[in-house]
T-cell receptor, first 108, second 115 residues
């Protein structure tokens, strides 16, 4: 069965802390996506990766294909990073299967 | 380039009615996917359209249907609305030149409330 699991469900941290959100999936994938959703519902695609590592500003995404695991890191976290972060996977086609999301709160 | 647009943004309907939601993709994008987001089930894939054809389908009843027009704009329809259909409906478009591996761009969503 194609499944995506995320941890933690909720994460509260102080401004400036290094944040890690984890994602694991059940079987081989063609791509792994990290999405950000702010209150109000809009979703922004942060990364799409199938191997290695990608970096955009303070955000870094890594994926380990052998271990079926991906991480999203935020360096020097800021209150504006507060959002729900969602991991999603393509299991061989264009249909996305989503994790349950991680609600991140950064306290000033 | 303009982003993905969805109309309407908010909608209130009564149980038993039907509803049609619209999605206009980013210019040049031929793939449009629809998703349902509820507090209980999270985000779930509804269906994907490419070049006016349904290419992938999620596990939703036949009351949920969609179509795509020649200009890539897409509509989804829900007939005989149930209270459980209350959700945020999101569409996403993707550039698809026939190969995989292109990220999706999401619209702002339509929040449907069924009373």
């Amino acid at each position: 069965k194609n499944e995506v699991e995320q941890s933690p469900q909720n994460l509260t941290a102080q401004e400036g802390e290094f944040i890690t959100i984890n994602c694991s999936y059940s079987v081989g994938i063609s791509a792994l996506h990290w999405l950000q959703q702010h209150p109000g519902g809009g979703i922004v695609s942060l990364f799409m990766l199938s191997s290695g590592k990608k970096k955009h500003g303070r955000l870094i995404a890594t994926i380990n294909i052998q271990e079926k695991h991906s991480s999203l890191h935020i360096t020097a976290s800021h209150p504006r990073d507060s959002a729900v972060y969602i991991c999603a996977a393509n299991f061989g086609n264009e249909k996305l299967t989503f994790g349950t999301g991680t609600r991140l709160t950064i306290i000033p | 380039k303009a982003g993905v647009t969805q109309t309407p943004r908010y909608l209130i309907k009564t149980r038993g009615q039907q509803v049609t939601l619209s999605c206009s993709p980013i210019s040049g994008h031929r793939s449009v996917s629809w998703y349902q987001q509820t507090p209980g089930q999270g985000l779930q894939f509804l269906f994907e359209y490419f070049s006016e054809t349904q290419r992938n389908k999620g596990n939703f009843p036949g009351r949920f249907s969609g179509r795509q027009f020649s200009n890539s704009r897409s509509e989804m329809n829900v007939s005989t609305l149930e209270l459980g259909d209350s959700a945020l409906y999101l569409c996403a478009s993707r550039y698809d030149p026939g190969t995989r591996g292109y990220e999706q761009y999401f619209g702002p969503g339509t929040r449907l409330t069924v009373t």
